[in-house]
């Protein structure tokens, strides 16, 4: 699901935060769910959630939560930019949530702040997408349940690639030859964030690369990522790019409105943008950086997890057992109700009607055969150094060698500390 209304990365936010070294209190942002009286139980629990844009999302959340009769579960709805600095501030302070959303993270597990859930996710473990376990498993055990799977890719108005003859791009040459066709005093042919850092992720994958290999060592620095950084900086000074969007990415804006006739981002938009163009638009996935590459299609999401410094873990982790594992009509609500997500339970994807025609069912073959999910190893201060790589050699010239070195460093600093 998109991230709140204002002008900030969407991305930013799907990722831990550097570490937990934060200090700090965090001033609530959201409110009770409405629940007046005690549970057969007594015991209270907190849930954070930072604060989506679709309409409805924050009444669904504090609805499911209203209807939970084990606990009093208050919900805290974030409404601030900078949501992850201030959830793992709070983390180290008795103002912690009992639960909370986020994204999978090794420093979370090895720092003991999230609890071990695999009792409660074994017994259901084959209904979940793989990958999605994979994403969430440390050392044989399971750290987080995920809510709902969330494919990236890019998406086009049909009429403008007819109008200017230009067929769907599987290359990053034809992208960009895609873009300089579509372009005119009021257009720009593409959009993909104000800073790129949102097509970091899958301009590497479709090089044939990856972030870590299995040794979680540095797979990153190839001779076809080198080159994709080349492409992107001759993109970035084409003149093609729509920069300084009202909006980032996260938000469909820039195409519904015809700011650019091609735009990166994700499937949550789906609903916003057939109401907004009707059937004038398609999706396809990030094309592939070199001829040896691969398309590519960034998996993002939400995860629950609880925490493991909390004093009610066990009355924490049964809410989210009832809610994330067992309420199936909730898990569809959530996933298809506003905006249009991927169930990460394979019996819900299958059955999701919504998600069973048109662009959304072409999102969701995309997913299928090009997705490609966050490694659980792959931290905040390691995208952060490939981020500084987009800033120095795409848009300011640096050589894409020595940025890379430079990154290196940095991601290499980060693997001592996790692995030694």
């Known amino acids: 699901m998109s991230a709140m209304s204002s002008n900030w990365d969407r991305r930013t936010i799907l990722r831990a935060a550097a570490g937990l070294s934060a200090a700090g209190a965090l001033t609530a942002c959201g409110g009770n769910n409405g629940r007046s009286g005690g549970s057969s139980s007594g015991t209270n629990l907190t849930q954070y959630f930072h604060a989506y844009g679709e309409a409805g999302t924050e009444q669904a959340i504090k609805k499911y939560a209203k209807a939970y009769d084990k606990a009093n579960v208050t919900t805290q709805w974030i409404t601030s930019a900078d949501f992850e600095s201030k959830l793992f501030a709070t983390l180290l302070t ?69 109008a200017a003859k230009v067929e769907v791009p599987t290359t990053l040459d034809e992208l960009a030859e895609a873009a300089e066709k579509l372009t005119t005093n009021k257009v720009k042919g593409l959009y993909m964030g104000n800073d790129l850092h949102n097509v970091i992720d899958t301009m590497i994958w479709s090089a044939n690369a990856d972030h870590l290999n299995e040794k979680n060592e540095i797979a990153y620095h190839t001779p076809g990522v080198i080159e994709g950084i080349k492409k992107m900086r001759k993109l970035f000074t084409s003149g093609n790019l729509l920069l300084g969007a009202p909006t980032e990415s996260w938000d469909p804006s820039s195409l519904n409105q015809g700011l650019c006739a091609i735009q990166f981002c994700g499937m949550w938009a789906m609903p916003g943008i057939q109401a907004a ?144």
């Open 94 to 162: 008795k103002n912690a949530p009992d639960v909370f959303e986020f994204h999978p993270q090794l420093q979370m597990v090895t720092s003991g702040q999230v609890a071990d859930l695999s009792d409660i996710v074994n017994p259901v473990k084959d209904d979940f997408n793989p990958a999605d376990i994979k994403s969430h498993t440390v050392d044989g055990k399971v750290y987080g349940v995920r809510m709902i799977d969330d494919p990236q890719f890019f998406f086009y108005r049909k009429s403008m690639l007819e």
């Open 277 to 420: 163009l009707g059937d004038d638009w398609g999706v396809f996935p990030f094309p592939k950086t070199i001829d040896s590459g691969k398309e590519s299609v960034y998996n993002g999401g939400w995860s629950m997890f609880v925490n493991a410094k909390s004093e009610n873990v066990e009355a924490a982790k049964e809410y989210v057992k009832w809610l994330w594992i067992d309420q199936k009509e909730y898990q569809e609500d959530w996933a298809t109700s506003y905006g249009f997500h991927i169930p990460p339970r394979t019996s819900l994807a299958a059955t999701a009607t919504k998600l069973k025609s048109g662009n959304a069912a072409e999102g969701v073959r995309l997913f299928n055969e090009f997705g490609h999910f966050d490694n659980i190893a792959w931290t905040q201060a390691m995208r952060t150094a490939l981020e500084d790589v987009f800033a120095n050699a795409v848009r300011k010239d640096m050589d894409p060698e020595a940025a890379l070195d430079k990154a290196d460093e940095a991601v290499n600093r980060e693997l001592k500390k996790l692995f030694g």
